[in-house]
């Protein structure tokens, strides 16, 4: 059964922390995308990457970091420089080309808070 | 500044009727738009796209317009069901560029018994 597995699905940190969230997909797709969704906002992408080893910055990337050595996996870890971390984070994959009619399929987030 | 606006924050509809889903864009590069719903705590899914060499696409109860001129697409659904309620994200993308797509905010739809 094909999908994207992120996980956990809920995650607390405590502020000064770095924090890793999962992300697996076996849809054999080679792009791979991270969200961050807020309360009456859209999804606001952070990173992507079209290929294994390389990955490239989205809209607000700040304060995140990720890494792409399998095809397969596309951690994100939120680290303390970001300053408001709390929201609903969401990885989706897809086959290259999104123009071209290839839609980006999502996992179920996570969701982070800061105790 | 937004390049895809999604102007209700949310729509109710009865059951039985049509709901009208509207989105606005601002960069005339788009050529590809998608409809996405989503659920509470879970991901989007993937509803239905449209190409701009179109101006119309359907599936079953689901039919997206684009109006190029206007910059303008609308999502109908006919008849609308209670399982229709969820938030519906609009989103595109320009072909061959890269893979990033631009969301909009969502609108709400609650589908009244």
């Known amino acids: 059964d094909g999908g994207i597995t992120q996980s956990p699905k809920y995650l607390f940190r405590k502020e000064g922390q770095n924090v890793t969230l999962s992300c697996e997909q076996n849809?054999?797709?080679?792009?791979m995308y991270w969200y961050r969704q807020d309360p009456g906002q859209g999804l606001r992408l952070i990173y992507y990457?079209?290929?294994?080893?390389?990955?490239q910055k989205g809209d607000i990337a700040e304060g995140y970091s990720v890494s792409r050595e399998k095809k397969e996996s596309f951690p994100l870890t939120v680290t303390s420089a970001q300053k408001n971390p709390t929201a609903f984070y969401l990885c989706?994959?897809?086959?290259?080309?999104?123009?071209?009619?290839?839609?980006?399929?999502f996992g179920d987030g996570t969701r982070l808070s800061i105790l | 500044d937004q390049q895809v606006k999604q102007n209700s924050p949310s729509l109710s509809v009865q059951e039985g009727r049509i709901s009208i889903l509207n989105c606005d864009y601002t960069?005339?590069?788009?050529?590809?738009f998608l409809w996405y719903k989503k659920y509470p705590a879970e991901g989007p899914t993937f509803l239905i796209s449209?190409?701009?060499?179109?101006d119309k696409n359907e599936d079953g109860r689901f039919t997206v317009f684009l109006n190029k001129s206007a910059k303008h697409l609308s999502l109908h659904i006919v008849p609308s069901q209670p399982g229709d309620s969820a938030v519906y994200f609009c989103a595109a993308s320009v072909r061959n560029r890269d893979d990033k797509i631009i969301f909009g905010k969502g609108t709400r739809l609650h589908i009244l018994p």
């Open positions: 990457s079209q290929i294994v080893n390389d990955f």
């Open positions: 960069n005339s590069m788009f050529d590809y």
């Open positions: 449209i190409s701009s060499i179109k």
């Open positions: 849809l054999n797709h080679d792009a």
């Open positions: 989706a994959s897809s086959f290259p080309g999104t123009g071209a009619g290839q839609p980006q399929h």
